[in-house]
């Protein structure tokens, strides 16, 4: 099927909530857009989302963990934001990551990590030391880089096959220091997502 057509009933999630849509066709561009917008703030979209009573919180409640190994919000917007940076730049776009424009200083983040298999003390540790406003500017830096990758891909990329050699290439010809957080364990379309180790 062409990409730019999607000819089955789709779920979108938007600030009403998830709801089937039944276009007939959809342009697949304009059906991811809407779908990251709606997990990034507005500042990323330009839509309000669901997300932004996450960022109307205080510093204090997003380092909150709700319960012995759970993760706080400033974590989880860590690690969302270190995985979609980390799959989307030097896999899909073959490109730095936005990590790389200062923002382990930014976020006060010891690591490149993307936080999978992270010990209990260690998502202590992220919690504690993370500038939450950091994280947040983080998190929509990567989600505008995201929007603007997509954007731009040629329609042929849709239906492209990344192999788990091709990420290792990428992630070959950037620095050493990259490669923690860009080796996968699987390979998949670029309209999948992977599964991402520490």
Same mark, same amino acid.
Do not use: Y
């Given at each position: 099927?062409?990409? @730019?057509?999607?000819?089955?009933?789709?779920?979108l999630?938007?600030?009403?909530?998830?709801?089937?849509?039944?276009? /007939?066709?959809? @342009?697949?561009? +304009?059906?991811?857009?809407?779908?990251?917008?709606?997990?990034?703030?507005?500042?990323? /979209?330009?839509?309000?989302?669901?997300?932004?009573?996450?960022?109307?919180?205080?510093? @204090?409640?997003?380092?909150?963990?709700?319960? !012995? /190994? &759970?993760?706080?919000?400033?974590?989880?917007?860590?690690?969302?934001?270190?995985?979609?940076?980390?799959? %989307?730049? !030097? %896999? %899909?776009?073959?490109?730095?990551?936005? &990590? @790389?424009?200062?923002?382990?200083?930014?976020?006060?983040? !010891?690591?490149?990590?993307?936080?999978?298999?992270? +010990?209990?003390?260690?998502?202590?540790?992220?919690?504690?030391?993370?500038?939450?406003?950091?994280?947040?500017?983080?998190?929509?830096?990567? /989600?505008?880089?995201t929007?603007?990758?997509?954007?731009?891909?040629?329609?042929?990329?849709?239906?492209?096959?990344?192999? %788990?050699?091709?990420?290792?290439?990428?992630?070959?010809?950037?620095? !050493?220091?990259?490669?923690?957080?860009t080796?996968?364990?699987?390979?998949?379309?670029?309209?999948?997502?992977?599964?991402?180790?520490?």
């Amino acid at each position: 099927m062409p990409r @730019d057509q999607c000819r089955e009933p789709i779920t979108l999630v938007d600030n009403r909530g998830a709801h089937t849509h039944d276009a /007939g066709s959809v @342009d697949l561009l +304009t059906f991811f857009l809407r779908q990251h917008s709606a997990v990034h703030a507005s500042d990323v /979209g330009g839509r309000p989302s669901l997300v932004e009573r996450v960022f109307e919180l205080n510093d @204090d409640q997003m380092r909150v963990r709700p319960a !012995p /190994g &759970l993760n706080s919000l400033v974590w989880l917007l860590w690690h969302m934001a270190r995985t979609e940076d980390a799959a %989307v730049n !030097p %896999v %899909v776009a073959g490109r730095d990551q936005v &990590l @790389d424009d200062e923002w382990l200083r930014r976020m006060n983040a !010891p690591w490149r990590i993307i936080g999978t298999g992270m +010990t209990d003390a260690e998502v202590a540790e992220m919690t504690a030391r993370a500038d939450v406003a950091g994280v947040r500017a983080c998190r929509s830096a990567v /989600g505008r880089r995201t929007q603007e990758v997509v954007a731009a891909l040629r329609a042929e990329a849709w239906d492209e096959v990344i192999e %788990v050699e091709d990420i290792r290439r990428r992630a070959a010809s950037s620095s !050493p220091a990259r490669h923690s957080a860009t080796t996968p364990r699987t390979s998949v379309k670029r309209s999948r997502s992977a599964a991402w180790p520490a």
